[in-house]
């Protein structure tokens, strides 16, 4: 079983910067997939962006590429998503979540979640 918390939500500014965090209980973390999803109030959850276990594969969203990056830390069992050029069309509930499956742009792949972390950005 694997438990991810998300950290590193909060208010920011239009134009601003954020960085996420997810960390994963549990000694299989190296060898999952990881992935960012978004959801607001009224909308489906989106697909934001994933990295595979080895970072050996990462692809984004259309509406983020450019501005945000992923990467993850093995060693320390965390995955990161650094957001710059904050829109207000950003504000979301961010999740991540962890797989050892494929189709990693579809949030049906994934089997371990997190409770998410709110960012809001202001215009």
């Known amino acids: 079983q694997v438990q991810l918390v998300e950290s590193g939500g909060g208010l920011v500014q239009a134009g601003g910067s954020l960085r996420l965090s997810c960390t994963a209980s549990g000694p299989t973390f190296s060898s999952l997939h990881m992935g960012w999803f978004r959801q607001a109030p009224g909308k489906e959850r989106e697909f934001v962006s994933f990295i595979t276990w080895n970072s050996g594969e990462i692809d984004y969203a259309v509406s983020v590429k450019d501005r945000f990056t992923i990467s993850r830390d093995n060693g320390k069992n965390t995955m990161y998503l650094q957001m710059i050029s904050l829109k207000p069309e950003d504000t979301a509930l961010y999740f991540c979540?962890?797989?050892?499956?494929?189709?990693?742009?579809?949030?049906?792949?994934?089997?371990?979640w997190g409770q998410g972390t709110q960012v809001t950005v202001s215009s």
């Open positions: 979540a962890a797989t050892s499956r494929y189709y990693l742009r579809n949030p049906r792949s994934y089997d371990y």
